[in-house]
């Protein structure tokens, strides 16, 4: 797909809106457009969208934890501090999800969805807070 095929000006403000039930479904708290956490005792899960450089049309869809010094953290800490442990959610295998148009945006949020309830639900569910503290920051 040509850069100027695509419907839409902004991933972030269409993934905002494509990714919103897949968020409200999880319990995640929608942060930025492309920035989610849920907490958890003592820490955070999260995932985030990261849209290829150079206007590709594809984006990835990372998932970890954050530990803040303080916990429950502000918005504004949870933006400034970063994602640890980083997984990457692969679309259909290939990795990178399509992102060319906003119909393929909303494909990939619904492909996003069932595959972060296979994979990284069941990751997140098995870790602890003394867990999340010893993996490798």
Same mark, same amino acid.
């Given at each position: 797909? &040509?850069?100027?095929?695509?419907? /839409?000006?902004? @991933? *972030?403000?269409?993934?905002? #809106?494509?990714?919103? %039930? ?15 956490? &849920?907490?958890?005792?003592?820490? /955070?899960?999260? @995932? *985030?969208?990261?849209?290829? #450089?150079?206007?590709? %049309? ?80």
């Amino acid at each position: 797909m &040509k850069k100027d095929e695509r419907d /839409y000006k902004s @991933f *972030s403000s269409v993934a905002k #809106s494509r990714f919103r %039930p897949m968020a409200s479904e999880l319990g995640y708290e929608q942060i930025t457009g492309i920035f989610y956490v &849920k907490p958890r005792s003592g820490w /955070y899960e999260t @995932f *985030s969208l990261q849209h290829s #450089s150079y206007g590709n %049309p594809f984006f990835y869809l990372n998932y970890g934890v954050i530990l803040p010094d303080d916990f429950p953290a502000t918005r504004d800490a949870l933006m400034a501090a970063g994602m640890h442990v980083l997984r990457r959610l692969k679309f259909e295998e290939r990795g990178a999800f399509p992102c060319g148009t906003k119909a393929e945006i909303e494909r990939s949020a619904e492909y996003a969805l069932r595959a972060y309830k296979d994979l990284a639900c069941p990751w997140f569910d098995k870790l602890t807070l003394e867990e999340v503290r010893e993996l490798e920051w």
